[in-house]
């Protein structure tokens, strides 16, 4: 297994007391990865109810789903973390972990596209969709690559990546709107082109992974190249 950064240290050792006792209740990995799904769910859920809402300006449900999200993701860490520590690890639960997390992550952008198609941010939509087409090429390159044999896990824009930088930019969209409230969107002089509105705290963020999760699909693709061609 490769080292762990730091900030993965620091949020072990928080979760550990927990990863305990869930060990001692007798939870299995894959019930938690299955709660992780159903949380995602949810966040699409308070997404797309948010996309009805006739208030445009209102960020309140945006910011619900990014914190929805984020918990999501901590269960994503807890699952892995369980079946180590409680050497519980198998084939089917790596497989089973595997496949829950590209629902989770094509059921969470769901949510996001149609709230932001329905609230009429159609170029931000359109980038939510590139986020998830290169969400799913990251991940499938790299199952692809090892199932040749090769170690795929190079690239920036990684799934905890991709979860934390979406559901943090949605949670402080929330939290801004809640304590600065709504305002006119900042234009570029007199044309129509927004530079700024309230919006942009979380679609901002969802382009970058849009742009960095496709480069990152295209670096792992070039290293099994550059893998493969060593071996010949």
Not at 38 to 63: C, H, K, P, W
Not at 126 to 154: D, K, P, Q
Not at 168 to 185: E, N, Q, R
Request: charged content about 15%; some cysteine.
């Amino acid at each position: 297994m490769a080292s762990e950064s730091k900030a993965q240290q620091v949020i072990y050792s928080i979760i550990n007391p927990l990863i305990n006792l869930l060990v001692k209740l007798k939870v299995t990995p894959n019930m938690i990865t299955s709660f992780g799904l159903l949380l995602n769910i949810l966040a699409a859920i308070i997404f797309i109810i948010g996309g009805e809402q006739e208030d445009r300006s209102d960020m309140t449900y945006v910011g619900w789903g990014g914190f929805t999200i984020l918990i999501a993701g901590l269960f994503d860490m807890i699952d892995g973390r369980l079946a180590r520590i409680g050497n519980m690890s198998s084939d089917f639960g790596a497989l089973y972990d595997s496949v829950l997390d590209r629902y989770s992550e094509m059921v969470m952008f769901l949510g996001i596209c149609f709230y932001l198609i329905s609230q009429n941010y159609f170029l931000s939509s359109l980038f939510s969709f590139i986020a998830l087409i290169g969400s799913v090429m990251v991940s499938y390159t790299r199952a692809r690559a090892e199932g040749l044999g090769i170690n795929c896990s190079v690239g920036l824009m990684q799934r905890p990546a991709r979860v934390v930088t979406i559901g943090t930019s949605a949670m402080l969209c929330g939290i801004f709107y809640y304590f600065v409230g709504s305002f006119d969107p900042i234009k570029l002089s007199n044309s129509p082109i927004i530079l700024f509105e309230t919006i942009t705290i979380f679609t901002l963020p969802v382009t970058v992974v849009a742009v960095l999760s496709n480069i990152t699909a295209i670096q792992r693709l070039n290293h099994c190249r550059t893998e493969m061609t060593k071996k010949n």
